[in-house]
Each structure stands twice: as structure tokens, then as C-alpha cells.
């Protein structure tokens, strides 16, 4: 049983920061052993990825938000952040946090790997 919630949306000017949290509950498996990643979905829009990070900690990142945004996670805790800096109109949309226990290599951006997602958090930018 995997089960992800997330937190920490909200609404922001052009510019402003926020800062995603998304906590993996999961019996059996330790946390760490999971792929996860950050994705959004705009009105009318697929769901995109946003940056992911592995079990080993290594990080990737769409291209829109390099430089802007930073994925991390917190073992301990059993939580994944997202932290989003200088965010524009076009961040808006809802923002799902995913897991997985295997993608493959250079992947990790892809959403149709991940079986396990939270229920979204809303995040709505005002230019």
C-alpha cells in the first residue's frame, strides 16, 4: 500500500515563492528504495514532469523550471519537497508528486512510469 500526500500549494504573485511537500506512506518497502518525482498538469494540458529525483539522489529537471526550482528529499522524514523560486503565470497549474520502484534510465520525467500519485496540490501564479 502506497499512498502520497501533498501539501503547500497556494496562490502567489509573478516573482514569489512557494514550496511543495509530499509525504510517502508505504508498508513493507523503505522510502528511499522509491523513484519520485514532481509533476503538473494545466487546464486543457498534459501532465508534464518537473523533477524528478532517484534512489540515489540524483536529479532531473524539466527545462522550464532549471535554475529555478529544486527537488529534494528528506529520508527521514519520508518526505519529498519542491522548492519553486521566481515563479512565473505559466507555473499555474496542479502539482502531483509520484512514485516508483524502477524507471528507467533518463525516464524519470516520463509520468507514464509512475503508479503511485498523491491528489495534487493546487498552485495558481498571478502576473
Known amino acids: 500500500q502506497v499512498q502520497l500526500v501533498e501539501s503547500g500549494g497556494g496562490s502567489v504573485q509573478a516573482g514569489g515563492s512557494l514550496r511543495l511537500s509530499c509525504v510517502l506512506s508505504v508498508s513493507g518497502y523503505r522510502y528511499s528504495s522509491y523513484y519520485m518525482g514532481w509533476f503538473r498538469q494545466a487546464p486543457g494540458k498534459e501532465r508534464e514532469g518537473v523533477a524528478a529525483i532517484d534512489i540515489d539522489g540524483s536529479t532531473s529537471y524539466a527545462d522550464s523550471v532549471k535554475g529555478r526550482f529544486t527537488i529534494s528529499k528528506d529520508n527521514a522524514k519520508d518526505t519529498l519537497y519542491l522548492e519553486m523560486n521566481s515563479l512565473k503565470s505559466e507555473d499555474t497549474a496542479m502539482y502531483y508528486c509520484?512514485?516508483?520502484?524502477?524507471?528507467?534510465?533518463?525516464?524519470?520525467?516520463?509520468?507514464?512510469?509512475?503508479?503511485?500519485w498523491g491528489q495534487g496540490t493546487q498552485v495558481t501564479v498571478s502576473s
Open positions: 509520484a512514485a516508483e520502484k524502477m524507471v528507467r534510465a533518463g525516464l524519470a520525467l516520463d509520468p507514464r512510469w509512475y503508479n503511485y
